[in-house]
């Protein structure tokens, strides 16, 4: 199987800038999408953004102009780019990638989590 490695996080003050990364290795035939989900103490997680292998991307509606993911395939790396945060956004930050092992195996894997903590 491929693994997802994290890095990045930390803490900040509201309005600061934090970034993740997502490292992934192993067996890959292709990755046909990257992204990162959250999860907030008593809350659901949620899809905060994804990039597809085109380019496609996708936001959660309360991170757009702040957030911005992108992709570098020749490293299988996928980052997130977190300016303006908010308390809200406080959260543990997982990666998630939907991984083809072979062109008929599909492996979903997530990443360890990296906590963002954003004080008032």
């Known amino acids: 199987q491929a693994q997802l490695v994290e890095s990045g996080g930390g803490s900040v003050q509201a309005g600061g800038s934090l970034s993740v990364s997502c490292a992934a290795s192993g067996s890959i035939f292709s990755i046909n999408a990257m992204g990162w989900y959250r999860r907030a103490t008593g809350k659901q997680r949620e899809l905060v953004a994804r990039?597809?292998?085109?380019?496609?991307?996708y936001y959660l509606d309360s991170v757009k102009g702040r957030f911005t993911i992108s992709r570098d395939n020749a490293k299988n790396t996928v980052y997130l780019q977190m300016n303006n945060l908010k308390p809200e956004d406080t959260a543990v930050y997982y990666c998630?990638?939907?991984?083809?092992?072979?062109?008929?195996?599909?492996?979903?894997?997530w990443g360890q989590g990296t906590q963002v903590t954003v004080s008032s």
């Open positions: 990039i597809i292998s085109g380019g496609s991307t």
């Open positions: 998630n990638a939907l991984i083809m092992l072979s062109p008929s195996v599909t492996s979903n894997q």
